[in-house]
């Protein structure tokens, strides 16, 4: 029982110390994640822009460059590349948002406990 006592001690001594790391490490999470996607968008874009630069270059190779077939499939390529850009910008934005709900909500249990406890 003494033990368990000065480890719940120490525990409490530590907490307000681990309560600081985690909001610190929220921050850089944070910051590493808008980073990625900012870096995840661009790698998409000079993707699609290459897939795009791909198929025109095809229909010129064919003859077809000016047809209305050849300008309906690029348009519908880049209308697609722009639905793929949009819906991984929510995801990551649906992410996020989770992830900084996550974080309140320990915050607030920190709090919570801080206040049960001390």
């Known amino acids: 029982m003494k033990k368990t006592a000065i480890a719940f001690s120490a525990f409490l001594l530590v907490t307000p110390v681990l309560a600081t790391t985690t909001h610190a490490t929220d921050e850089t999470v944070a910051t ?16 699609n822009e290459g897939e ?7 229909h010129a190779a064919e003859g077809e460059s000016n047809s209305t077939g050849s300008k309906i499939s690029e348009g519908t ?11 991984e910008k929510g995801w990551d934005a649906t ?3 989770a992830e900084k709900g996550w974080n309140k909500t320990k ?12």
């Open 52 to 58: 795009e630069l791909k198929l025109k270059a095809k």
């Open 95 to 97: 992410k996020e948002g």
């Open 107 to 118: 915050e607030g249990a920190e709090s919570l406990k801080k206040k049960v406890t001390g």
């Open 32 to 47: 590493a994640n808008e980073s990625a996607n900012t870096a995840k968008e661009k790698l998409h874009q000079a993707q």
């Open 77 to 87: 390529q880049k209308a697609w590349h722009k639905t793929k850009e949009g819906t």
